[in-house]
């Protein structure tokens, strides 16, 4: 896919994916392949739904990674991210889910997302993941 081929990127569109399966992660071409380079993308009002009690989960998540050949299109991202909104999960399942998803559309060099998610009964719960598995 070229910077010419992204299809959320200068377009006026509202509606959002209304699941992560949906959803459509674009990329476009790493302009320093070769380079090793990290982008920070900061994610801080993440929500999806408690899949035992219904309740909104809350979330500051961070993306970090090292591009291969392939960088990821924010407003792509940001579309996948809100697709959770009214998706059932457990805080675990979404962040090792955006890993995956992101190393699928990517292959990048390295990767990490953290996922600090809304204390819930006096608990405060921080996910990580990362690619390549240490």
């Known amino acids: 896919m070229t910077a010419n081929d992204l299809t ?15 959803a459509k992660l674009e990329t476009f071409p790493n302009c320093r392949p070769g ?21 909104p989960d809350t979330a500051h998540i961070v993306i970090r990674y090292v591009p291969g050949e392939r960088c ?32 699928a559309a990517l292959d990048p060099t390295e990767l990490h997302v953290s996922g600090k998610f809304g204390a819930r009964g006096g608990i405060q719960l921080t996910c990580e993941a990362s690619h390549p598995a240490a």
């Open 8 to 22: 959320l990127l200068g377009h006026s569109e509202n509606r959002l994916p209304s699941s992560p399966d949906e």
């Open 35 to 55: 380079r090793r380079f990290w982008i920070h993308l900061d994610c801080p009002e993440f929500s999806s739904l408690c899949p035992v009690t219904g309740q």
């Open 72 to 103: 990821v299109e924010t407003k792509s991202l940001k579309f996948y991210l809100a697709s959770f909104r009214n998706t059932p999960s457990f805080n675990e399942v979404i962040v090792n889910r955006i890993l995956d998803d992101l190393v």
